[in-house]
T-cell receptor, first 114, second 112 residues
């Protein structure tokens, strides 16, 4: 199983809503990532978790709140988003935080903020 | 610092043409290098990788060789198909860190 599963695939939310994006992997990977990708751009790193601890936060606004409940799950809690936050949100995992192995990506959640 | 530079797109080729997408990198130490492919509306899929100098990664007819002397990892395919139309990202990861550094992506369209 080399899958990273993200739910939901599509999400439309208002600026006053609270929603969560979910990501799951069962490969035993110990590093998990959230990326934001705008159209025709590369993924931008948001957060990195290593062994379930937040290790990198790329100065992301507090309206995005990550959570890693266990080694297989990663959530991204959304609150009071702006229309410019509309993007494809990608979750990824890699085997080990300190080995330079590849990352496996999920299919992404297409988020639209209205 | 670490960075990846890819050739600007978009690239349009006829079916069965030869493909090269250039990628050069800046890094200290000995990074691993990757090519990812993104089809419309989907996430990134690992296409191939190389973990040390002179390694050649290959998959689905695509190849790239890790050239430390020229700090390059160019993607090639001898005969492209319409189904290869996608965006291709070159990326590196250091052996001391947890971050991936992506190029800007190159959009490829293959026409019949």
């Amino acid at each position: 199983d080399t899958e990273v599963t993200q739910t939901p695939k599509h999400l439309v939310m208002g600026m006053t809503n609270k929603k969560s994006l979910k990501c799951e992997q069962h490969m035993g990977h110990r590093a998990m990532y959230w990326y934001k990708q705008k159209a025709k751009k590369p993924p931008e790193l948001m957060f990195v978790y290593s062994y379930e601890k937040l290790s990198i936060n790329e100065s992301v606004p507090s309206r995005f709140s990550p959570e890693c409940p266990n080694s297989s799950l990663l959530n991204l809690h959304l609150h009071a988003l702006q229309p410019e936050d509309s993007a494809l949100y990608l979750c990824a995992s890699s085997q080990d935080p300190v080995l330079n192995t590849e990352a496996f990506f999920g299919q992404g959640t297409r988020l639209t903020v209205v | 610092g670490n960075s990846v530079t890819q050739m600007e797109g978009p690239v349009t080729l006829s079916e069965e043409a030869f493909l090269t997408i250039n990628c050069t990198y800046t890094a200290t130490g000995y990074p691993s290098l990757f090519w990812y492919v993104q089809y419309p509306g989907e996430g990134l899929q690992l296409l191939l990788k190389a973990t040390k100098a002179d390694d050649k990664g290959s998959n689905k007819g695509f190849e790239a060789t890790y050239r430390k002397e020229t700090t390059s990892f160019h993607l090639e395919k001898g005969s492209v198909q319409v189904s290869d139309s996608a965006v291709y990202f070159c990326a590196l990861r250091q052996n001391t860190g947890n971050q991936f550094y992506f190029g800007t992506g190159t959009s490829l369209t293959v026409i019949p």
